[in-house]
């Protein structure tokens, strides 16, 4: 079957770094998104990555593994904005979206 | 980026009553547009892919008589929840691609079946 894990809850601290790791099994690979989503509100797009390395944009950076089906989002200079849940999300060979549970991130003051 | 609107965003219904979603690309043409369903800390549940033209292809354990989706534009997609029951109460999302990549995602549906 088709899993992606991802942890459930993360915390941090305002102006730290924090990264969310995100791994996946599924049947093809077409490329690896993550999402940021606000509760009670839909998702909005941070990241696309289909490529192995790093891509950083801003504040946030993800990399991803295809050999190793892994893949994180590194978030820097935390606000307290960015306490969010963090979607990770794979387009399989059918190019259908594979969704991860999401990551809820705390940040502290 | 693209935008996708979604409306209402917030819709209160009696048992029994059905209720209409709309989802619309306003800058682009969307052949294709996704329904999902997702309850409280929960991951996205895909319900069904609507395409422009045809019939929608619903998920497993969808019904489909309960949950109609209509594709008739190539901006415009809309999903009935027919006879809502208070299970049914969930937030509601649609989402359109551009090619193969990105999703983009409608604001979003709160639907309380009371």
């Known amino acids: 079957g088709q899993n992606i894990d991802q942890p459930t809850e993360m915390t941090a601290t305002e102006g730290a770094i924090v990264q969310i790791n995100c791994t996946y099994q599924?049947?093809?690979?077409?490329?690896l998104f993550w999402y940021q989503q606000h509760a009670g509100e839909a998702p909005t797009f941070l990241s696309y990555?289909?490529l192995d390395g790093l891509e950083e944009k801003g504040r946030f950076s993800s990399f991803l593994s295809r050999s190793k089906g892994y893949s994180y989002l590194l978030l820097k200079e935390l606000q307290m904005k960015d306490s969010a849940s963090y979607l990770c999300?794979?387009?399989?060979?059918?190019?259908?979206?594979?969704w991860g549970a999401g990551t809820k991130l705390i940040i502290k003051p | 980026g693209a935008v996708v609107s979604q409306h209402p965003s917030r819709v209160i219904c009696k048992s029994g009553t059905s209720v209409k979603i709309e989802c619309r690309s306003l800058?682009?043409?969307?052949?294709?547009m996704f329904w999902y369903r997702q309850f409280p800390k929960q991951s996205l549940m895909l319900m069904a892919t609507?395409?422009?033209?045809?019939?929608?292809?619903?998920e497993q354990g969808v019904e489909k008589d309960k949950f109609l989706i209509n594709h008739a534009s190539l901006t415009l997609s809309t999903l009935t929840v027919t006879s809502a029951h208070p299970e049914d109460s969930s937030f509601y999302i649609c989402?359109?691609?551009?090619?193969?990549?990105?999703?983009?995602f409608g604001q979003g549906t709160r639907l309380t079946v009371v």
């Open positions: 989402s359109a691609r551009i090619g193969d990549r990105e999703a983009f």
């Open positions: 999300a794979v387009l399989d060979s059918n190019y259908q979206l594979i």
């Open positions: 599924t049947s093809g690979f077409n490329g």
């Open positions: 800058d682009f043409q969307a052949t294709t």
């Open positions: 609507s395409n422009e033209g045809s019939k929608a292809t619903y």
């Open positions: 990555n289909v």
